[in-house]
């Protein structure tokens, strides 16, 4: 998987700045996020460190950054020592990685989709668990892998596009292809079902599991037009997660 995201690192840096990136994901993301003044906050997947840095910038007092791909963290360090703001960055892959210290938020992003099957979903979340203070919350942004197939050639519009080649089952696996500057580039997603997703959120210890819809931004809107964010809306290809650590 690492070595993988090596050879897309500079491609998937890049991605954030599809307007669908901007004004829908970060928007929503950073909505679920909240206040972070005075944060501690743990960052898996993180990439290059776009919202790593974000969540810096926006108040929070230590901020630590895991990822298993080398080529992302060299991107996310270069880019710390050019504009430093105290982010500390593991090489790590997150179903290995342990219990680091006790942070106040929990954060991923497209991380949970990566999970193949329910013991590395639970795996990830074990290590969500092990980091997050009691009473603290875990906050992602995902991949919907409820999106009906059907509903795919919608995202065409938005420069990415998703693709199975067996229906959904456990495991099933879903290529999303984005497109950017007439390049292309895929990541595989997994579709593992809703309750087995909730069953291992329960077991590691979280309470009061949220689904968030998508949300576009008034820039987004206004730049755009409602008509064309309407069947992002409708058919939610991304989904917002929050979830509570018991007590």
């Not at 992003?109 to 203070?133: G, R």
Request: aromatic share 12%; proline share 5%; with cysteine.
């Amino acid at each position: 998987m690492g070595a993988y995201y090596d050879t897309i690192a500079e491609q998937y840096q890049k991605s954030s700045q599809l307007p669908v990136r901007r004004y829908v994901e970060e928007y929503t993301y950073l909505n679920l996020l909240g206040n972070l003044s005075g944060k501690s906050i743990l960052d898996l997947g993180c990439g290059e460190g776009s919202y790593t840095r974000k969540l810096k910038q926006l108040g929070a007092t230590r901020v630590v950054g895991v990822d298993i791909s080398e080529k992302m963290l060299f991107l996310a360090r270069e880019k710390e020592d050019k504009e430093p703001l105290g982010i500390e960055y593991i090489l790590s892959d997150v179903t290995t990685l342990g219990s680091i210290g006790s942070f106040s938020l929990v954060v991923a992003s497209y991380l949970l989709n990566h999970a193949q099957t329910k013991e590395q979903l639970l795996k990830m979340c074990q290590t969500i668990s092990a980091n997050l203070e009691p009473g603290g919350r875990f906050l992602s942004i995902s991949s919907n892998l409820s999106q009906p197939p059907s509903s795919y050639p919608i995202c065409e519009k938005y420069s990415f596009t998703k693709s199975i080649s067996s229906p959904l089952q456990e495991g099933t696996p879903i290529t999303v292809t984005f497109k950017i500057d007439g390049q292309k580039f895929s990541l595989i997603n997994y579709y593992l079902s809703l309750h087995t997703y909730e069953s291992v959120f329960h077991s590691v210890g979280f309470k009061e599991i949220r689904w968030h819809p998508p949300r576009v931004s008034p820039e987004g809107l206004q730049k755009f037009g409602q008509d064309f964010w309407q069947d992002f809306i409708d058919y939610q290809p991304i989904v917002g997660i929050e979830i509570s650590k018991l007590n």
